[in-house]
């Protein structure tokens, strides 16, 4: 799977839209961008996916750019329990890529 | 719905002793897989199973570590003799179906401790 690259932390005050930007320039036409949460002492969540077009869902939104060099997840209202470790994943539909390849993600603090 | 349940979900063992961490997926799920998560790194990949069949385990760090799934339900990761280094948190995962868009649904994990 081609290497994301994500800030190490981020922070955010309560009931405001965080964006979290992902890096993934070496992505191919067949890779999917997934995104993952850890909240603490749990294990990862699935968070949201997509290919080409933007996505929402009721957990947040995902921004892909034109060139797909690069994402940026949208949470529209953070809480404290959107505090969490948050991966951005690259997932190529080829044969043989059953599994996940994370990154370190970014850390999201939420400030009350 | 129940989710992926892990256990233990701590476990203390003395160095060189053989541990083993169960994992029971979701009712249906064809796909597991297993990580290993050391502490502040993200999840690394250790082996996956299609049913009862485990078709890659390219991940697992040396032939002390052993995973079965022999009815295509719950499955065992087995660690022998134990060392320092192996202290992480164990994950495990289902998927419902092979798919590279199928969501993977984690358990809390069981965290290892070799003293």
């Known amino acids: 799977d081609a290497k994301t690259t994500q800030p190490n932390s981020m922070e955010s005050n309560e009931e405001e839209p965080v964006h979290l930007p992902c890096n993934h320039s070496t992505i191919s036409g067949t890779d999917y961008i997934h995104w993952y949460r850890q909240l603490p002492s749990q294990g990862p969540e699935y968070v949201i996916h997509g290919l080409t077009s933007n996505v929402n869902n009721r957990m947040a939104s995902l921004a892909i750019a034109e060139d797909r060099k690069s994402s940026t997840l949208i949470l529209h209202r953070a809480t404290l329990r959107d505090a969490a470790v948050y991966y951005c994943i690259l997932r190529d539909t080829g044969a043989g890529s059953y599994q996940l390849t994370f990154g370190k993600g970014t850390k999201l603090s939420v400030i009350p | 719905g129940a989710g992926v349940s892990q256990s233990p979900r701590y476990k203390v063992a003395k160095r060189g002793q053989d541990v083993a961490l169960r994992c029971d997926p979701i009712?249906?799920?064809?796909?597991l897989f297993w990580y290993q998560q050391a502490l502040g790194q993200g999840p690394e990949f250790l082996t996956y199973?299609?049913?009862?069949?485990?078709?890659?385990k390219s991940g697992l760090p040396s032939d002390r570590f052993f995973a079965e799934r022999p009815e295509g339900s719950v499955s065992t990761l087995k660690i022998q003799r134990t060392q320092q280094e192996d202290s992480a948190v164990y994950l495990c995962?289902?998927?419902?179906?092979?798919?590279?868009?199928?969501?993977?649904?984690f358990g809390p994990g069981t965290r290892l401790t070799v003293l």
């Open positions: 199973f299609q049913n009862e069949a485990q078709l890659d």
């Open positions: 009712s249906g799920h064809v796909s």
């Open positions: 995962a289902s998927r419902l179906r092979w798919g590279f868009t199928d969501t993977q649904y």
